[in-house]
């Protein structure tokens, strides 16, 4: 009997006793780091971001978020007859012009492109209570929200819905819109990133500078760094007054097909933290790691096959779907209006993806 006591003891001591060790290591892990992590997550990056000029075809927009800020946006119509829309979600700090150097080619093949600037950045309002950074917050999806209902208020809006299209923050921010709203029927993103999953590495890996004890370091676990990055995040909440999103969320929800781009020489989102998004994503998706680019240069280190195989997205997945739909509801052949467009036809490829 005194032997079963004794085992039942040791069975439940040393779970108790690692778990309780676990507990004392984090709350230490917060005592010493937490400041530190907390200077870290609120710097910026030193990224070169992109501008582009005003074009005299484009339609300059302007839209209202549910809290009364102004945002600005640009229009860019298809050259042609009509394949699809497509929103385009801005790298963090760059204007509405940029999208023309991503999407110039997409007009040439039948897309119309929207592209909006968020609060506190561009010429659209500033709110002033908001400490804008590269990471997704409550009112970056406010606006993006206000984004897919302008598009959706417009007298040429489409029905069958719209595609999206985004570049790094841009991207992590419209697929957490879309994730939850049906009309968007398809998304590409290139250098997407999420909170959590791009600060556990990055705490892994520099912990070493702030403490030097290898064994702890080696036998953490995941888990454990991630409630540190956790504590973090709500810590910087709660003094910025913002909700800070669960990006990855986004990549479990959205269950319509997606094409993600990364750098595979990206040195701010590495490859590992795309891939552990990837991972979470719904099927059908595909995932395009280009060797050597940096991030937010993928378009700059392969031009001719990155402009085709968006295009080659959008044509399967969001002008296929409008040219099914619309044969459906006609039951003889029409001419196509600039809602729904030809699909497949060489004359709408644009030079350099010319079959």
């Not at 507990?23 to 400041?35: M, S």
């Amino acid at each position: 009997m005194n032997w079963l006591w004794l085992g039942m003891c040791l069975f439940w001591v040393l779970p108790v006793g690692m778990l309780i060790l676990l507990v004392g290591v984090y709350f230490y892990a917060r005592w010493k780091f937490l400041d530190i992590l907390v200077r870290i997550f609120e710097e910026r990056p030193l990224f070169v971001v992109p501008r582009g000029e005003k074009t005299a075809d484009a339609q300059d927009v302007r839209f209202t978020t549910p809290d009364g800020l102004t945002l600005r946006g640009c229009y860019l119509f298809a050259r042609g007859p009509r394949k699809g829309v497509i929103l385009f979600g801005l790298e963090f700090g760059s204007n509405r012009w940029s999208c023309i150097t991503y999407c110039e080619a997409l007009q040439r093949a039948g897309y119309d492109i929207f592209a909006y600037e968020p609060r506190n950045q561009g010429e659209s309002d500033s709110d002033p209570k908001y400490a804008v950074s590269q990471w997704v917050t409550d009112r970056d999806l406010t606006d993006a929200r206000a984004a897919l209902a302008y598009l959706k208020s417009r007298p040429d809006a489409d029905p069958r819905g719209i595609g999206l299209f985004g570049i790094s923050k841009g991207a992590s921010v419209g697929l957490l819109a879309a994730a939850t709203d049906p009309w968007v029927r398809c998304a590409v993103t290139d250098g997407a990133f999420a909170t959590v999953t791009t600060m556990i590495p990055f705490i892994r890996k520099w912990i070493a500078i702030y403490d030097t004890n290898r064994f702890i370091q080696a036998v953490l676990p995941i888990w454990f760094y991630r409630q540190v990055a956790l504590a973090g995040v709500r810590k910087v909440s709660r003094k910025r007054q913002v909700r800070f999103c669960r990006v990855e969320s986004a990549f479990e929800e959205f269950r319509r097909p997606l094409l993600m781009i990364h750098g595979g020489g990206d040195t701010y989102i590495k490859p590992i933290m795309a891939q552990a998004l990837f991972d979470l994503a719904r099927p059908p998706k595909e995932l395009w790691m280009i060797p050597g680019a940096k991030h937010n240069q993928s378009l700059h280190a392969t031009p001719q096959e990155y402009t085709c195989r968006v295009i080659d997205f959008f044509d399967l997945h969001l002008a296929q779907l409008s040219r099914v739909s619309q044969l459906s509801a006609n039951t003889v052949d029409e001419p196509l209006s600039h809602s729904t467009g030809s699909v497949g036809a060489e004359a709408d490829l644009p030079m350099e993806c010319e079959k």
